[in-house]
T-cell receptor, first 111, second 115 residues
Framework: SQQGEEDPQALSIQEGENATMNCSYK?????LQWYRQNSGRGLVHLIL?????REKHSGRLRVTLDTSKKSSSLLITASRAADTASYFC???????????FGQGTRLTINP | EPEVTQTPSHQVTQMGQEVILRCVPI?????FYWYRQILGQKVEFLVS????????KSEIFDDQFSVERPDGSNFTLKIRSTKLEDSAMYFC?????????????FGPGTRLTVL
């Protein structure tokens, strides 16, 4: 089954604006993690939110989690050109705690 | 800050050849993973490893794949006879422990190109 589906698939905004990306999943989770990937590069861990948390902040990042709707959102405030990247949510559903990734949102920040 | 490292960064091989991808997880981490990402697609789980054995593997991880932790620091992924469709970015990841809030940290990846 598809777990961790992001929307939109692509988002293009002006520098300084806020960017919101959403993620939906299907099964119960231990936590949900957001990663950034610059083109062709590695995955950079941004933030983890546990299943018993509803909101978390880290710098310009704000993540929410609604376990009743099985959804999460990532908000990047005051976007910068350097935020241009693909953003993935990944769910940790227990057991060996492998991560199941979505297709990602390709974010472009226009200067 | 400790990080996961991977070598080589890029590996080109001929179809049918064996390749070994190497990873050095973060030193006090106990859980190790391999994922792959075919160009333009999402990251897919291959295998997890804990306490010197595989704890879970995906359907992608068939008999052509194997993992090993030959010493206290390295974690390797071997593909015995590479196919064209094995061309992908391979990521190693590690995690400290279990529980609700343990991040997985990823290495920079090895880009495998099978010709």
């Amino acid at each position: 089954s598809q777990q961790g589906e992001e929307d939109p698939q692509a988002l293009s905004i002006q520098e300084g604006e806020n960017a919101t990306m959403n993620c939906s999943y299907k099964t119960s989770i231990n936590n949900l993690q957001w990663y950034r990937q610059n083109s062709g590069r590695g995955l950079v861990h941004l933030i983890l939110i546990r299943s018993n948390e509803r909101e978390k902040h880290s710098g310009r990042l704000r993540v929410t989690l609604d376990t009743s709707k099985k959804s999460s959102s990532l908000l990047i405030t005051a976007s910068r050109a350097a935020d241009t990247a693909s953003y993935f949510c990944a769910t940790d559903a227990g057991g060996a705690q492998k991560l199941v990734f979505g297709q990602g949102t390709r974010l472009t920040i226009n200067p | 800050e400790p990080e996961v490292t991977q070598t080589p960064s890029h590996q080109v091989t001929q179809m049918g050849q064996e390749v070994i991808l190497r990873c050095v997880p973060i030193s006090n981490h106990l859980y190790f993973y391999w994922y792959r990402q075919i160009l333009g697609q999402k990251v897919e789980f291959l295998v997890s490893f804990y306490n010197n054995e595989i704890s879970e593997k995906s359907e992608i991880f068939d008999d052509q794949f194997s993992v090993e932790r030959p010493d206290g620091s390295n974690f390797t992924l071997k593909i015995r006879s590479t196919k064209l469709e094995d061309s992908a970015m391979y990521f190693c990841a590690s995690r400290k422990g279990q529980g609700l809030g343990n991040e997985q940290f990823f290495g920079p990846g090895t880009r495998l190109t099978v010709l």
